[in-house]
């Protein structure tokens, strides 16, 4: 099977389950009456991401570069279920700095298959958040993952593909604010990494029903995928 054809199934099946991750937000959005049918319960904090740069480039100058940037984070449970029950933990960061791009991570296995697998863990566990499904880099797929190491710190870490989880940032959260905050790792890529086609046609129908409960406009700003 050659590249194309390849590639045109997973974009059909990318699709297809696209449709179903949908169907199923809006089935959650319907028996919830929450304004936000994914990740309705968490806490919103001013943050700072300081990173240490990298002997091993991807070609990403936020990967690979020394800097510090502001960030604003929401720490939260991805289906809402009572304290102290194993749910898909996320975290999300906004980086002003960085064109407002958007980083989403959910709890996930950090081995070289299950780091593509969502796990349901209990928030006071040790466990791994990543972006579940890869950016297009420069030089091929990447992952961006996060370890909470102290209550209110963070290593950030990346892996090419399947290879070694690799830290290149630290994140702090610094205080807590009343804001409520929406997402979109779709329309708002990092700069440096594009969102594969299949990973938009996979996650697209689910944040458009989720910006729909929340009253939000449906024409995106036109950030171009690959």
């Not at 969502?118 to 091929?140: E, F, N, Q």
């Not at 702090?172 to 804001?179: C, N, P, S, T, V």
């Amino acid at each position: 099977m050659n590249g194309r054809v390849m590639e045109s199934a997973t974009g059909v099946a990318a699709s297809a389950a696209g449709q179903v991750l949908g169907a199923a937000t809006r089935v959650g959005s319907a028996l919830r009456r929450a304004p936000k049918p994914l990740h309705p319960r968490g806490s919103v904090w001013q943050g700072e991401v300081v990173r240490v740069g990298t002997l091993l480039p991807t070609g990403v100058p936020w990967l690979d570069e020394p800097g510090r940037d502001s960030a604003l984070v929401r720490v939260s449970a991805a289906i809402g279920l009572p304290h102290g029950w194993p749910d898909l933990q996320g975290v999300a960061i906004r980086l002003p700095d960085q064109q407002g791009a958007d980083l989403l991570l959910g709890s996930t296995g950090a081995g070289r298959l299950s780091r593509f697998l969502l796990r349901p863990v209990r928030p006071s566990s040790r466990h791994l958040t990543s972006t579940l499904m890869p950016y297009r880099g420069p030089a091929g797929p990447i992952l961006l993952a996060a370890v909470q190491t102290q209550p209110e710190e963070y290593v950030l870490l990346r892996a090419e593909g399947t290879g070694e989880w690799i830290g290149f940032a630290h994140l702090r959260l610094l205080h807590e604010i009343d804001e409520e905050p929406s997402y979109d790792p779709i329309r708002r890529p990092l700069p440096g990494l594009r969102n594969y086609s299949w990973v938009t046609r996979l996650r697209a129908p689910a944040y458009r029903v989720a910006r729909r409960a929340r009253g939000e406009a449906e024409t995106p700003p036109g950030d171009k995928v690959m």
